[in-house]
């Protein structure tokens, strides 16, 4: 198996078009759309690099009044919250096996799809775990297969200088990324939290 990679960060707004311009007017970086999923989702994209980036999520501006997403929590979120994150590898099937072993279940190896604005459809394949946090410090797994990564599409950048975490138990998460072979620093803090540090052509931003 290949080492587990930093893929995605999952940035959920209650509001998609007016979270992506609040996003650009702090960061001076403008999101570029990456198409909308299954279920009345849609998002836009920012690089953080080779082979990772920002995905801001919110509910589908085109799927009208009636669509109520569930995913991330945007049924009920209010603000703007850094809720969760993935890591890229292969063979999923193994690794879920693996983690559930040494005590921690990622959930179900699901697929998964979008159709980009340019009409390309993409297919990949994550582990999806029933779990009504707000926010997910331990990360969903993903394998693209043979489809282009996001990220290679020539998004604009920005640097993540960093990527934390925050629990009231933090032990009991170590134990979790650990099962999942995945490396996060965790501190102790009052409530789960997620924090990523951006250097932006308008100065530092905080993601939480």
């Known amino acids: 198996m290949t080492h587990l990679e930093l893929d995605h960060l999952v940035y959920a707004v209650p509001d998609l078009l007016a979270g992506v311009k609040e996003f650009a007017e702090r960061t001076g970086v403008q999101p570029v759309p990456g198409g909308s999923h299954p279920g009345g989702t849609a998002n836009h994209l920012v690089g953080l690099g080779p082979g990772a980036y920002l995905e801001i999520i919110g509910p589908d501006p085109a799927a009208g009044p009636g669509a109520r997403p569930r995913a991330f929590g945007l049924e009920t979120l209010t603000e703007p919250r850094?809720?969760?994150w993935a890591v890229r590898g292969d063979d999923l099937e193994a690794r879920v096996r693996r983690?559930?072993?040494r005590g921690y279940d990622p959930g179900k190896v699901e697929p998964l799809s979008r159709v980009r604005p340019d009409g390309v459809r993409l297919d990949w394949v994550l582990t999806r775990r029933d779990d009504p946090a707000a926010?997910?410090?331990v990360p969903f797994l993903i394998d693209w297969?043979?489809?282009p990564h996001p990220a290679a599409s020539g998004l604009p950048q920005l640097?993540?200088?960093s990527f934390t975490a925050s629990?009231?138990?933090p032990e009991s998460v170590r134990a979790?990324?650990?099962a999942l072979e995945a490396g996060l620093e965790v501190t102790e803090g009052p409530e789960p939290a997620l924090r990523a540090h951006l250097d932006t052509p308008r100065g530092p931003v905080t993601l939480t």
């Open 82 to 84: 850094l809720t969760a």
């Open 145 to 147: 297969g043979d489809a």
């Open 176 to 178: 979790d990324l650990a």
């Open 135 to 137: 926010v997910r410090l």
């Open 159 to 161: 640097a993540l200088v």
């Open 167 to 169: 629990h009231p138990d």
């Open 99 to 101: 983690a559930r072993e």
